[in-house]
């Protein structure tokens, strides 16, 4: 197959997706429902990717012989985790599309590479320096002063790869610590509020996005989503606007998440892009006409995007392996409040930090909606049921 193309891949094709994790499941859901054929690759086995798909490829990203047998099966391959090698997409590409294209894999996977592109074409960015010694990071704090955050470069998600400096005596363990020869230090956004755009970009330039989404983090890692955000709609515009430029900018085709700091003085910085569906989108899932999900099977086949109207306001929670510390969460009692979805994503263990699941609860309100999903993930620990 060439690499671009701009033929519609119809249902019953085979899509490829690089990674296996849980937003390939919901991927391969959504594409199967429309009547696709879904092949995963990755290192994993059993995985919630290859749960649900077609066909289940366990091999290590750098392996070519692989990869290209691979991409030889299937019509257009996407990525639902962005530390894949960008050399293996461009092995991919020699037999079917990549979409977003390896470009944008390369750029958006290292940190460095995301803020330079960024702001070189005038985006907002948090204020950030390249650190490669501890000397750098030294002059670097002193000139950002303290709070600052060390990150690694590049494949770090989730708080992974990163260090919070509190003062100047700090630096050389920090440098130390992180065991990087190349990293970033960021000065510290003192944000009134965490927001991201999840949107798509089609093949033929249509753009949609889910409007803004209110996150809230905790240990680095997001615990609640709030759809439609608590914000002005003055700066819902303006979010949506930042969105739009950079997706353009890469010329994306697929789903890519711009996550935002909204300072107190109402100005929107960018944090981190995620050119994938994101966990703040889990909740399109129940809560939108059409999910992050069916959008990226749209978008990457060629289809015409799908309307993103918000039916309900919605809240979701993120349920970590912490919730199963104390043995098998109380399913049944969470399940009591009828608004409650319950999305599993098939891991076979449970652990501290790892994504495990997800509740989605729709209300009147997006306050009402975000107590109902708090309220639900508290009740699974209700043992007593």
Not at 78 to 90: I, L, R
Not at 307 to 313: A, D, V
Request: glycine share 8%; net charge negative; hydrophobic share 40%.
């Amino acid at each position: 197959m060439i690499q671009g193309g701009s033929e519609l891949i119809l249902p019953g094709a085979t899509l490829g997706v690089l990674g296996s994790g849980q937003l390939g499941r919901m991927f391969a859901i959504a594409a199967r429902r429309m009547g696709y054929r879904v092949h995963t690759l990755s290192p994993e086995t059993d995985s919630p990717t290859g749960q649900v798909a077609d066909v289940e490829v366990t091999a290590d990203y750098g392996d070519q012989d692989s990869v290209s047998n691979f991409a030889r099966q299937v019509s257009v391959v996407t990525f639902e985790f962005e530390n894949v090698p960008s050399e293996t997409t461009e092995v991919v590409s020699r037999f079917a599309p990549v979409r977003p294209a390896g470009q944008v894999l390369h750029i958006t996977q290292h940190r460095l590479r995301e803020k330079g592109y960024l702001r070189e074409r005038g985006f907002p960015v948090t204020p950030f320096r390249a650190i490669r010694s501890a000397e750098e990071l030294e002059v670097a704090v002193s000139e950002f002063g303290c709070p600052a955050v060390l990150k690694t470069a590049g494949w770090g998600y989730d708080g992974k790869g990163q260090i919070k400096i509190h003062s100047a005596s700090e630096v050389v363990s920090a440098w130390r610590q992180l065991g990087s020869s190349e990293a970033i230090l960021e000065g510290f956004v003192d944000f009134r509020l965490e927001v991201s755009v999840v949107a798509a970009r089609g093949l033929d330039g249509a753009f949609a996005h889910f409007g803004v989404l209110e996150n809230a983090h905790s240990n680095h890692i997001l615990d609640v989503t709030v759809s439609p955000a608590r914000i002005s709609p003055k700066i819902a515009a303006e979010a949506e606007a930042i969105a739009r430029g950079v997706l353009e900018a890469l010329d994306v085709v697929g789903v890519l998440c711009v996550e935002m700091f909204l300072t107190h003085d109402d100005r929107l910085l960018i944090n981190e892009l995620a050119p994938r569906p994101h966990n703040s989108g889990h909740l399109t899932f129940d809560a939108n006409v059409t999910s992050q999900f069916e959008q990226q099977v749209r978008a990457i086949c060629g289809l015409p995007l799908g309307s993103t109207e918000l039916l309900r306001p919605a809240a979701m929670a993120n349920l970590l392996g912490d919730v199963w510390a104390n043995g098998e969460p109380n399913w049944a009692e969470a399940l009591k409040l009828p608004e409650v979805k319950l999305h599993l994503y098939g891991k076979a263990s449970a652990r501290p930090g790892r994504k495990m699941g997800h509740l989605t609860a729709m209300a009147d309100s997006a306050d009402q909606a975000e107590r109902i999903v708090r309220e639900a993930r508290q009740r699974l620990m209700n043992r007593e049921g």
